[in-house]
């Protein structure tokens, strides 16, 4: 069980309380689970990630571990801490804007 | 009895102001979406119980909120917004070219008679139309691809289609407005396009009578006469008695030709407002005054309308889509300020009131007269 913390817009958005706990079938990577919160809120396609390429958006930061994985390949294997469920994987809104 | 119900759009989220036919006292509903930009919200003509909203954010992107109860509920629907084939390059602001990128919706237009069919116009300068209710969205291309768009460069607030005209009389017929590049002409619902400025003339641009290129504000049109549009253009109030061919300054008499809104009175269409702003460089009104100028005479001759509003201090703007009409026996007028007033007049512009004073920057104002 894979633990995800959203950000408070995207939280309202896709009308949840506190942790989103998802079950990512095979290896645990950023894509993967992605795709797995995507699938189970599709309101929120397109507001982490580019539709069609996939891309972050650019305001958009993913932390786990004490560790910011922005920029590690979306099918990179995630911290064993978060694909057990021990840690959670952070989405979270850049601070920006002054 | 009747009544309206006013649709804000804000920086930080959409109010919903409802009225009996009175217009005099106000039940506030929001901030819905609190936190996001809503860049624009509408009703539908065909069923005054579906809405839809642009909600946008510098992190999170697009979201289209949907509503089937009038504002009471929403649910969020289609967001993809993919520009058909190669998107190609327009000009950015230093000349140079720059690929298209979907940035935001910044109108949405309901279907005149369906409302499962919803156009949206958006930042890069593109139409869309959706007709499952806003879940899925499609490019009409024949806008962007008529020719001249890679020539096109965005205004300071980027480079938007902001103004989607549906003629009620010609099926088929649409009119858009983009900063910086013009107005648009489609006969076949959007599969084909044209420029339609003759007669603008913009001195902040090259060929001051260039075919595109001009920053067009506004653009309004009454119902039941719609070969007549009046125009909000950066600088410059015009009007076109043949559906967009030509065009001719009908300033007149303004304190200033600068604005952004432009509307028509619902029941005389001869009847027109607007909100002169000092200049591009000072996005507020002349000597600190919040004035609306009316001209009951088609442009030209205008009078100031301030009854109500602030006459000293006032240093807000009022932005594009920021003014609407409802279509009540007597016409009444609302506009909103980004200092965050939205404003009504229930006698047509002669009286105004605040319904608001403390909302965040108004971005849009729309009205829907229910029955």
């Not at chain 2, 109010?15 to 509408?42: A, M, N, T």
């Not at chain 2, 140079?96 to 369906?114: C, G, I, K, Q």
Request: aromatic share 8%; proline share 8%.
């Amino acid at each position: 069980m894979i633990r995800v913390i959203l950000p408070a817009h995207l939280r309202a958005l896709a009308r949840v309380a506190g942790e989103v706990h998802l079950d990512v079938a095979g290896q645990v990577t950023q894509c993967a689970v992605l795709d797995a919160l995507e699938a189970r809120y599709p309101m929120l396609r397109g507001t982490i990630r580019d539709h069609r390429s996939g891309k972050r958006r650019a305001f958009v930061r993913f932390f786990a571990c004490q560790q910011d994985l922005s920029h590690e390949p979306p099918e990179a294997p995630l911290p064993e801490a978060v694909a057990s469920g021990a840690e959670p994987y952070l989405i979270v809104g850049a601070m920006a804007g002054g | 009895m009747s009544g309206v119900r006013v649709l804000v759009g804000t920086r930080k989220g959409a109010f919903v102001l409802s009225s009996d036919g009175k217009r005099d006292k106000w039940d506030v509903s929001g901030p819905h979406f609190p936190g996001w930009e809503i860049y624009h919200v509408k009703g539908s003509p065909a069923d005054p119980d579906r809405l839809y909203a642009s909600q946008t954010s510098g992190w999170f992107g697009q979201v289209i909120q949907r509503s089937d109860d009038g504002g009471g509920t929403w649910a969020p629907v289609g967001n993809e917004f993919s520009y058909e084939g190669t998107p190609g390059t327009h000009q950015w602001y230093d000349g140079t070219p720059h690929p298209w990128e979907f940035a935001r919706v910044w109108h949405l237009e309901p279907s005149l008679d369906d409302p499962e069919t919803v156009y949206a116009g958006v930042e890069d300068a593109g139409l869309f139309r959706s007709t499952d209710g806003g879940q899925h969205w499609q490019e009409l291309p024949g806008l962007r691809g008529h020719g001249s768009g890679p020539s096109w460069q965005p205004g300071a607030g980027g480079m938007c289609l902001h103004t989607i005209i549906l003629d009620p009389s010609s099926p088929g017929r649409i009119f858009a407005a983009i900063s910086a590049a013009g107005a648009f002409r489609s006969d076949d619902a959007g599969q084909t396009w044209r420029p339609v400025n003759r007669g603008l003339h913009s001195k902040g641009i090259p060929d001051p009578a260039a075919e595109v290129g001009h920053c067009v504000h506004r653009i309004a049109m009454h119902p039941s006469r719609p070969s007549v549009l009046y125009m909000q253009k950066h600088w410059d109030v015009m009007r076109s008695d043949d559906a967009g061919e030509s065009w001719r300054e009908v300033s007149g008499d303004l304190p200033t030709d600068f604005g952004f809104p432009i509307d028509v009175h619902a029941h005389e269409p001869d009847t027109v407002y607007v909100v002169p702003i000092t200049s591009d460089s000072h996005h507020f009104p002349p000597e600190g005054k919040l004035r609306v100028y009316r001209s009951r005479t088609g442009g030209d001759e205008w009078e100031p309308l301030t009854s109500g509003l602030p006459q000293e201090h006032c240093y807000v703007n009022v932005l594009r889509d920021a003014m609407a009409v409802d279509s009540l026996e007597e016409c009444g007028i609302y506009f909103g300020t980004t200092g965050g007033q939205v404003y009504a007049s229930a006698d047509a512009g002669d009286t105004w009131a605040p319904i608001v004073r403390d909302l965040p920057a108004v971005l849009s104002v729309e009205v829907q007269t229910l029955p």
